[in-house]
Every structure is written in structure tokens, then in C-alpha cells.
């Protein structure tokens, strides 16, 4: 077995030809004291026995040109770069290590202790001894085919070496036991393993391997990491700037809540604006609470001169019957009793009156004729019992017909209306209450309302407005106002004839007379000082057309008794013209 390994060579610790090559390593070159004479060999005790070497016919069939040196093994002393003379005549020796045959199996194992290279004869160049002389060529990089095994070592199983010469003699030059380090030959200042440097192209290293930044690269770190930086500080301000920007939107500031406003120190308005017209006409109107003995409503009415007079609509005092109660509340809190003075079920109008109230604000009336359609007004009232409720819109329409009541079957409980149309809001509870054009005169008095469909019972059966609301004109109602206060019941105009109610075509046909199969036409009333006879149907009435029995009477209605018409009809197919003077009917 061989000695320990001093120099602790893998990968057991002893030098062999199992041992992978060694690291290329960066040797420094050596000073010139301490390098060993290039002459030094090893004693020739240490030479490999006769037996060992390899046959002459084998050495000598070798040719010199193909001998490749071989790099020395880890801890082999290199031998001296001094110039050496050159040999005189290659000998069989230099035979490539490569060719020589196998090693015999008995030849004794020489002890490592007492071993040593065996030199050269004819100081021929050893194989791998080419290292020692700097005229050479390096070692050849790694993978290079040309490279050979490492010689074998002494005290190793040792492969057959060539015979020189007459004695046998190995060849000068052998390495020597590793534990006797033969002293190196002086060589030049630039050594041998410095011919090739692997690490020639990628600049200094750190001790774990990596490359050891230059100043420009360090440069361009700093540059990278101040950018990455500003980033971060950017992100962060810009995050702690929109928390605290929102907070102090939320909460107006970090110190007490101060909201802005501004006033223009204004407070009147336009006689002709809609606060200028409530201002002046809520004084004026009323809100009417009324109960009897099997109903109660609400509505509202507005006062028609200083005596305590009051118009309304007749089906708000209605549910009080005869001996009923009803409540007036004035716009400043103040209430007081009122009694009926009249009322008329064909008009839907009735006035009542206050006592002991002084200091009262009759509201102006207007004419109603000159209103014209998108005219502006203004509705005032208590919807669901809400008084001093104030809307506004403009007249939608004019003349519409429009009939209201008869939910009992009683055709006289049925009112007839010439109204006008407004898109003013008007809900349950502004019945009675005014319709005021923009000089906050009364023009109508709101009536009725058309909903999309019936109320529920939480509002008393009755829908709100979806902005189709009707007035009753206010000449009418001045005239039938002025009747009740002066005679208690007001004057039907009337022509004197009996419509088919049933009849389904176009206009109003003139009926047979009832079931006793007289005349439809009352005998000497106007329609029959005017020729007018039963069957004929009346399709206009001063030029504007009328559709049904409902038309004509709310078109008749809308005149006075007195009041001379010109109707159109046809009879037995030929139309024709006739003019009469209204007639007069008691009121109920």
C-alpha cells in the first residue's frame, strides 16, 4: 500500500492513476534560490525491477514524433526551465508511455518510503517534463485530445517501463516519492502554468466567485436603486396624500364644521312670480273639515267677500247632510263654525258662511273667457288634509266636458262641467280651493282630477293626480255663487227637449217622450218655439261639435238662461239650423 498522502490528494488521499486530474491551479512564479539543479535525480534504489520494463522490440517499434508530454500529478516537483543540452540520439525509451504493455502482475511492489523517481538516460526529455522548458507550449486547455494519463507513480502499481540502453536504466527525469520533494530547478520569471489562464476573460473574482463589480456597474446599481426608491416614495406619498385629501373632503377640515352660504339679502318677490301669488292669495284660503253622521271629508274653499262668505264644491260639504258640522281653518291657525247657505249638485258648487271673523281678505275673481291655453296657474289647497299647500302648472286645455258624481244612480246627483284642463297638481282634499291665473285672480275652481286608477282605503278611496286636473270656470261659478247667496238654489239653463241617453251614434238625439210614447220635446219651450222635433239629432251647438248627450249638456250649461244658441241637426238625413232663447229650470 502506499504512504499517507501529505498533500491530501482525492479522492483517498493517495496519489494513483484513479485520481481525477487536479484543478488547474495559478501558481506564482518561484524565485530562482529556490529552485533545485535541473541535474537532481532520484537514488537508483528507487528504479522499478527488471522484470517490470516493457520488451526492446516494443521500445524500439515506437516512434520518437508521437511522444506527448504528460502534466505532472498534484505534488509532483516540476522540473527546472533551465535550457538542457539536447540529447544526442533519441533512445527506445521515449516510447510513448500509452504503448507500453500491461503491467506485470509479479513484479514486486517497491516501498514507498525507500522509492524514488528513476532518471532518464541520455538526459532525454521525460514525458511530461515538457512543463520545464518555457520554448515549450503550455499545457493544452481541458478536453484536449492530446493529453495523456499522468505517468505512473513510484510505490503505486507501476506500469512496465521502457528499457535504456545496455543496463536497463529508466529513464532520467522520474518522479520522485511524494514524500521527498526533490528541489525544483531554477526557471523563468513567467512559469509554466501561467501560459494558459481560464480566468483570463472574466476579470478579478471575489472569493465565492463572483466577478467584482467595476466602477461603471456600480454605477449603474446606485442609478437602478435611487430610481426604485423615488418610485416607492412616489407610491407612498401619493397614498397618504389621497387618505388624508379624502378624509378632509368627508369631514371638512381637521378642525370644526363650518358650511358656506351665501344670501343676497333679497327677500321679496315678484307680485307675478308663484311665491309672490301664494303670498298674496294664501290669506285668502281656507281649509273646510267636515262630518255628518255616516261621513266626514276634508277639502278647502276661499273666502268670496268681508260678510264671511265662502265657495267651495258641493261634494265636500255634502257628507254634513242637514244637521252635519263643519269646521273652517284660516291659513294663519284660526278656526270658526260655518254653516250652507246653497248648493247645487249640477254645478258642484256651494257656499257656506263664517260669523264672528273679521279682518277677512276676499280674493279678486278673473274671466275666465280670456284665459287661453299655456296660460300660467297656480293651485292652492290642502291635499290629504296638507292646508296651504301650493302647485303650480299651466291651462292644458279649454271647454273640456267633463261629469262628475251619479255613483249613487241618481241622475240628479251628476254634475256637468264646461272645466278647464290644468297640469297643476291637484289631489284629493284641493276640491273647492282656487285656480289662480299670474295676477293671482281666481279663474277656476278645482273640481276633479282624472288617476290612472282607483285609490286604496288608506287615502279614503280617492288616487292622487297624475297632472290631468279640472276646474269649474269661474263664470260660472260667479253666476251660481251669486244665485245661492242671493236665493239659496241656483237656475238651470235649459232648452226644453229629452235626450236618449242610450243613443250611440254620432251627436245628441232628441228622444220619443218617455214611456207614455209622447213628444221629446217639451211643449212651448224653446225647442219647440224653434220647430225642433222628436228623432232629430243635434251635432252642433254654436259651431262646436258635440258627440253625445253628456256634450250638449255641459255646453248648454255653460250659458246663462237667456242666452240665445244656434244649433245644428239632422232630420231624416238632411242637416239643418235652427237658433232659440234659453229657457230657465229651478235648481235643487
Known sequence: MHAPDPYGTPPYG??????????????????????????????????APASATAPASATASAPTSDVRPTPPAHGTAVPATAPQPTPAAPQAAAASYAEAPAPVAAAPVPDVAQSAATPFPDSSPPPGASYAYPSQPGPPPFGDPARTVPPPYAGGAQAAQPSHGAGGQHPPGAYADPAQSPQAAPHSSRGPWQNYDPWAGSGSLQQNGAPVDDVARRR????RTLLVGALLIAVVAGGVGGVVGAYLERNG??????LPQTSDGVTGRAPDSVAGIAASALPSVVTLHVSGESAQGTGTGFVLDERGHILTNNHVVDPAGADGDISVTFSGGETAKATIVGRDTGYDLAVVRVSGVSGLKPLPLGNSEEVRVGDPVVAIGAPFDLANTVTSGIISAKERPITAGGESGNVSDVSYVDALQTDAPINPGNSGGPLLDGKARVIGINSAIRSAGSGSESDGGQAGSIGLGFAIPINQGKRVAEELINTGKATHPVIGVTLDM?????????????????????????????????????????GQRVHSGDELIVKVRAHRPGDRLELTLLRDGRERTVTLTLGSSGGD
Open 502 to 542: 242610450d243613443y250611440s251614434g254620432d251627436g245628441a238625439r232628441i228622444g220619443d217622450g218617455g214611456d207614455g210614447g209622447g213628444s221629446g220635446v217639451t211643449s212651448g219651450g224653446p225647442a219647440d218655439r224653434a220647430g225642433m222635433r222628436s228623432g232629430d239629432v243635434i251635432t252642433e251647438v254654436d
Open 253 to 258: 377640515g381637521v378642525g370644526a364644521i363650518e
Open 220 to 223: 449603474r446599481r446606485r442609478g
Open 14 to 47: 493517495e496519489p494513483g492513476p484513479w485520481a481525477p486530474a487536479p484543478p488547474v491551479q495559478h501558481p506564482a512564479t518561484a524565485p530562482a534560490s529556490a529552485t533545485a539543479p535541473a541535474s537532481a535525480t532520484a537514488p537508483a534504489s528507487a528504479t
